[in-house]
Structure formats: C-alpha cells, structure tokens
C-alpha cells in the first residue's frame, strides 16, 4: 500500500507555472506507475498525465500535451507535475495516484491523494 500527498497547488495568474508534487509513503513507490488527474465541481475526473515505474514511458492526455510535463524521482519518492503557460480552464483540484500500469482511466489506479487546488486567475 501507499500513501500519496500532493503540494505545489495555489492562486496564480494567467500565464504562470505551478510545479505539483506528490510524496509517497511505503518503500514501493518506484514499482507504481503514476498518473495526474485533474476534477472540476460537477465533471467526472480527467486524465492528465501517467508515467511508468522508471520514468521511460510516459503519456498525455492529447490536449495536455506541450504545457504540462511529468516527472518522477524514485528516490524521493515523488512524482511531479509541471504546468506552463496556465489557463483559467486549468482551473482545478490536482490529483496524483498510484496503479500498477500508468493507464489512462481514473478505475485503473488503486491509491489516490487527497488533491491539491489550482486556481487561475484571468
């Protein structure tokens, strides 16, 4: 099992960048695929991004591509996002979790963080 804490979230104008991070519990991190979701009041959680265990395969969510860039260090058990260039859209709660495959569907990942808020300001 492991545990999963994001940062990084926060107010920021139009434009910025944000790094999120997510820690990991457990001395499993590096054997979990990670992927970045994102959820807006009344919208089903979207894919952003997932990375396998070695950081050799990654995927983005065909609109994603270009602004955002995940990352991982396995030893500091920590996953990272980073957005560019934000938009008011990108306004959301930032979710990391942990699957065995780095899958693009929400039901493919076994652990979850608690989110982390993005808002953009125009």
């Known amino acids: 099992q492991v545990q999963l804490v994001e940062s990084g979230g926060g107010l920021v104008q139009a434009g910025g960048s944000l790094r999120l991070s997510c820690a990991a519990s457990g001395r499993t991190f590096s054997s979990y695929a990670m992927g970045w979701f994102r959820q807006t009041p009344g919208k089903e959680r979207e894919f952003v991004a997932a990375i396998n265990w070695s950081g050799s395969s990654i995927h983005y969510a065909s609109s994603k591509k270009g602004r955002f860039t995940i990352s991982r260090d396995n030893a500091k058990n920590t996953v990272y996002l980073q957005i560019n260039s934000l938009k008011p859209e990108d306004t959301a709660v930032y979710y990391c979790?942990?699957?065995?495959?780095?899958?693009?569907?929400?039901?493919?990942?076994?652990?979850w963080g608690q989110g982390t808020q993005v808002t953009v300001s125009s």
């Open positions: 979790a942990a699957a065995g495959v780095a899958g693009t569907l929400h039901i493919e990942y076994d652990f």
